[in-house]
């Protein structure tokens, strides 16, 4: 923006950050973010200008997305699932993820058919919609949709119903609740705005300084009487044209009455100028690193010291802080609209973003003999745990599960000797009103089974931990829906089902230590009943009144030692053999 002074003196000066105005225009139906809804394209422009700010923008959607939407139950309401996943594309998630986080705002477009059926939840560019006056209760009733907000006449808005408002199409628009406003929300990173600008304007300056051949401020006097207010102007233009780049103007043009003396040019150098600029380049990365709540700029490549291992635990622990301030508070604001979609249908889902880990396959980032055995495995071509998954039972619906819980910490041999005295007592139970009729075992008896006056008790074991699985052994146990016998999880050789994860790439105790070393499964304890002869009704209270505590009251038990219950990343040495 160029100015005047009396002493007809002209200066170049970069124009002040102003925030967007919301405000109501009698002669318009909808509202506008700022004018002509330009406010979203300026946070396009500070997203494509300043380096820092597409960066983070960039790294946190990847990290929110994470590898998309999935359901806890999916398993358990397979029809549900996948009406969830025909309904929302991978696409649809991915770019209103990225509109809630560059724009503050973002908005699902709902496609009903001819029996007002949903059929489709699609994505909307946010910037393309201005929100209808509210009505008397303060209700959002329609959103205006226009490919330029700046020629209305050519694109003229047009009116879709809000989400619960009906109509073939609907707009779910979504934010953040900000104070003060009522039809929009502000960006998180608003007061990091300022520094993103400033990076611009930084990068415009030295590209300039470049194309100037590093040329200092010049000052042009023109000492031969001063023109009018046009011929000024002109000249102004014409030593611009001639002297400054495309950008950042540095020449200042003066006009002095003194006829006796020629034009002079003058420069000012700038003292310390490498440091000077360097100084704002990283406050301004500094400052919109805070604005986006970065807990460590290594989370981006930035190096903060030159210790690898520091940086290891730095990374490890910032992506914790990071993940549970920034990325799940967003997750959880685009599944919170996901899950009121699907309540209209009917459908109740356990949705979550599967989660990316910027660190290893098990998040050790340390340059150990381990880590590298892992990822050499993690690459082997092979068929991951399907030697144990072809021992697994899947058990029928004569079979009552009474009780899923970690194991006991006690030793194996005791469990051993209570189930052998067992047998041979044949104690008596009073188990036999809440049982049902049992048609045959899938597989042969286990140590850990015993049958006491009728009453079949089994114990078998479900792999359970973490949802998010890297390693391919982990992903196929969690992916299978069959439990197993603890004789079928010892006597099966680790490195026929999980090969190189063992202490010098030998065997290891599946059942112990599960996946390896960091880990973060464990095996479930689950306890099962059923009676010969005798069926009961599973909707019954009573039946689910029948608890391991009263198995135990008639003689069963089942222990195990401690490290059954433990996921490998809680031993001592994260599960890897002592050294």
């Known amino acids: 923006m160029e100015t005047k002074t009396g002493t007809n003196i002209h200066f170049v000066q970069l124009e002040a950050y102003s925030a967007p105005k919301i405000t109501e225009t009698v002669s318009k139906d909808w509202v506008l973010y700022g004018e002509h809804n330009s406010y979203y394209q300026e946070l396009i422009d500070r997203y494509n200008g300043s380096t820092t700010n597409n960066a983070v923008i960039n790294n946190i959607i990847k990290l929110a997305y994470g590898k998309g939407v999935k359901a806890k139950d999916a398993r358990l309401k397979p029809n549900d699932y996948a009406r969830f996943i025909s309904l929302v594309s991978k696409d649809t998630l991915k770019r209103v993820i990225t509109d809630a986080k560059m724009l503050g705002n973002y908005a699902f477009q709902l496609l009903y058919d001819s029996k007002d059926e949903l059929v489709k939840v699609e994505h909307v560019p946010v910037q393309l ?270 079979w009552m599960l009474i009780d899923e819980t970690e194991v006991d910490l006690e030793i194996e041999p005791v469990l051993d000797a209570e189930i052998e005295l067992l047998n041979h007592k044949k104690q008596p139970s009073k188990l036999s009103k809440f049982a049902r009729a049992i048609i045959g075992r899938p597989n042969a008896k286990s140590e850990q089974d015993a049958t006491i006056d009728g009453a079949k008790f089994i114990t078998r074991y479900k792999y359970t931990g973490s949802q998010s699985p890297e390693r391919q052994f982990c992903q196929r146990m969690m992916s299978s829906d069959r439990v197993y016998r603890k004789e079928d999880i010892v006597n099966t050789d680790s490195k026929s089902v999980n090969d190189g994860f063992g202490h010098n790439g030998q065997s290891y105790d599946l059942f112990l230590y599960k996946g390896g070393p960091r880990c973060r499964h464990k095996w479930m304890r689950q306890t099962y009943v059923s009676f010969e002869g005798v069926d009961i009704d599973v909707s019954n209270p009573n039946a689910t009144q029948i608890s391991t505590a009263k198995a135990e009251k008639a003689g069963y038990r089942v222990r195990n030692p401690r490290e059954v219950s433990m996921i490998p990343n809680d031993m001592p040495n994260n599960g890897f053999y002592p050294i």
Request: with cysteine; hydrophobic share 35%.
């Open 129 to 398: 919609l201005a929100a209808e006056k509210c009505n008397k209760k303060g209700e959002i009733e329609a959103y205006y949709y226009s490919d330029n907000w700046k020629d209305t006449k050519k694109f003229v808005p047009k009116r879709i119903n809000a989400y619960g408002f009906g109509g073939k199409i609907q707009i779910l628009f979504g934010g953040n609740y900000t104070v003060g406003q009522k039809y929009y929300s502000n960006i998180d990173y608003l007061g990091a705005i300022p520094y993103c600008k400033l990076e611009e304007e930084v990068a415009n300056y030295l590209i300039n300084e470049v194309q100037n051949s590093f040329a200092p401020t010049t000052i042009v006097n023109f000492n031969n009487g001063v023109p009018d207010e046009e011929k000024q102007t002109l000249i102004v233009n014409k030593v611009e044209g001639k002297l400054t780049g495309a950008k950042g103007k540095k020449v200042v043009v003066a006009f002095n009455l003194d006829e006796t003396k020629k034009t002079t040019v003058d420069s000012i150098p700038l003292d310390n100028a490498p440091e000077h600029y360097k100084y704002i380049s990283e406050e301004a990365t500094a400052k919109i690193m805070m604005g986006h709540n970065v807990t460590s700029p290594l989370l981006f490549g930035i190096s903060t010291n030159t210790g690898f291992s520091a940086n290891a635990d730095e990374l490890r622990n910032s992506h914790i802080l990071f993940n549970n301030m920034v990325i799940k508070p967003l997750q959880e604001m685009i599944i919170d609209s996901l899950e009121k979609i699907l309540a209209d249908l009917g459908i109740t889902l356990n949705l979550y973003f599967e989660e990316l880990q910027p660190l290893d396959s098990e998040g050790d980032l340390t340059n150990t003999k381990q880590s590298q055995m892992q990822m050499s495995a993690e690459e082997t071509p092979y068929e991951f745990a399907d030697a144990l998954i072809e021992k697994g039972e899947q058990l029928g619906s004569k």
